[in-house]
């Protein structure tokens, strides 16, 4: 069983900063790709940030510059650091990632729970 935790959602005003982890546990092998997406209400699901298993970093066009997702492998977490924030990036945001399980013996996709991030004066 492999769980995935988001923690550091909340209000903040435009122009300020946020940062969520995401905690994985569970019978965990190893990684594949680790994601952050988002969903905004009355819109998809969309990937914000990747970081591969081999250090590599892209980014929706909307975030360039101004979120950076980082992982800390020893501690099975991933974090997304995010400045600058508007009332666009308002939205759930869920951690996303494939990975190999101890269970199953192949790549499996898991999801948060999602946390609310709230930009707004």
């Known amino acids: 069983q492999v769980h995935l935790v988001e923690s550091g959602g909340g209000l903040v005003q435009p122009g300020g900063s946020l940062r969520l982890s995401c905690a994985a546990s569970?019978?965990?092998?190893?990684?594949?790709?680790m994601n952050w997406y988002r969903q905004a209400p009355g819109k998809q699901r969309e990937l914000v940030a990747r970081i591969t298993s081999g250090g590599i970093t892209t980014y929706a066009d909307s975030v360039k510059g101004r979120f950076t997702i980082s992982r800390d492998n020893a501690k099975r977490t991933w974090y997304l650091q995010m400045n600058s924030l508007n009332p666009e990036d308002t939205a759930v945001y869920y951690c996303n990632a494939d990975l190999l399980t101890f269970t199953s013996r192949r790549a499996e996709e898991f999801w948060g729970q999602g946390t609310q991030v709230t930009v707004s004066s």
């Open positions: 569970g019978s965990i092998i190893t990684f594949y790709v």
